[in-house]
């Protein structure tokens, strides 16, 4: 069955350093997400990718984040600077299509950033 | 703007006991409501989804109605299994608001043999 991946399972950074995480969404779906839980805390959106741009984001998604498509399979988010607040657990998800009644998004694993 | 309030974990069952999670939410519009569920080493994944007020989603022995009159949308199973045990998230998605969800904080089921 056709699965999201994610990579790396498990990044631990220092402050202030970059870091890309990695997502291979299912091949035929075309909206492209990311949302994170920080430990403790609900799921929260971050960011939603169509078209090869972004449709929505939330206040979270500022100027440190990015996104990119930057070939057919893979979707990254990027984090410029890290701070210890973005120590989470980080969940790419893909859907095949837009519409408020499916709700049905395929999420990866996760990728957990832990920030020293 | 919306929210979604789900029951604290965790919830810690015998085998073949029955099953509550409780989820209520607000919401501006006129959500669809979802369950998904995280099993351990996995992503989350849709369990079921009701669209319309007094529809009732299913899937796999676990059922869920949307109220409307009481904004819940409370996640039942008469008899649950050791495989069960996961962390349940309640989610709505809001009209315009594309796929985005906006999940509660999960609950974390443990089924005890």
């Known amino acids: 069955e056709p699965e999201v991946t994610q990579t790396p399972s498990h990044q631990v950074t220092q402050m202030g350093q970059e870091v890309i995480l990695r997502c291979v969404p299912i091949?035929?779906?075309?909206?492209f997400y990311w949302y994170r839980q920080i430990l403790g805390q609900k799921v929260e959106f971050l960011v939603s990718?169509?078209?090869?741009?972004?449709?929505?984001k939330s206040e979270i998604f500022d100027d440190q984040f990015s996104v990119e498509r930057p070939d057919g399979s893979n979707f990254t988010l990027k984090i410029r600077s890290t701070k210890l607040e973005d120590s989470a657990m980080y969940f790419c998800?893909?859907?095949?299509?837009?519409?408020?009644?499916?709700?049905?998004?395929?999420f990866g694993e996760g990728s957990r950033l832990t920030v020293l | 703007g919306d929210s979604v309030t789900q029951m604290e974990g965790p919830v810690t069952l015998s085998e073949e006991a029955f099953l509550t999670i409780n989820c209520t939410y607000t919401?501006?519009?006129?959500?669809?409501l979802f369950w998904y569920v995280q099993y351990p080493g996995e992503g989350l994944q849709l369990l079921l989804k009701?669209?319309?007020?007094?529809d009732k989603g299913s899937n796999k022995g676990f059922e869920a109605t949307y109220r409307k009159e009481t904004t819940s949308f409370h996640l039942e199973k008469g008899s649950v299994q050791v495989s069960d045990s996961a962390v349940y998230f309640c989610?709505?998605?809001?009209?315009?608001?594309?796929?985005?969800?906006?999940f509660g904080g999960g609950t974390r089921l443990m089924v005890k043999p």
């Open positions: 998800a893909s859907s095949p299509r837009q519409g408020t009644n499916t709700g049905e998004l395929f």
């Open positions: 091949s035929n779906h075309l909206y």
């Open positions: 990718f169509y078209n090869n741009e972004i449709s929505e």
């Open positions: 919401a501006t519009g006129y959500p669809s």
């Open positions: 009701a669209t319309k007020a007094d």
């Open positions: 989610a709505l998605s809001d009209q315009g608001a594309g796929n985005m969800l906006t």
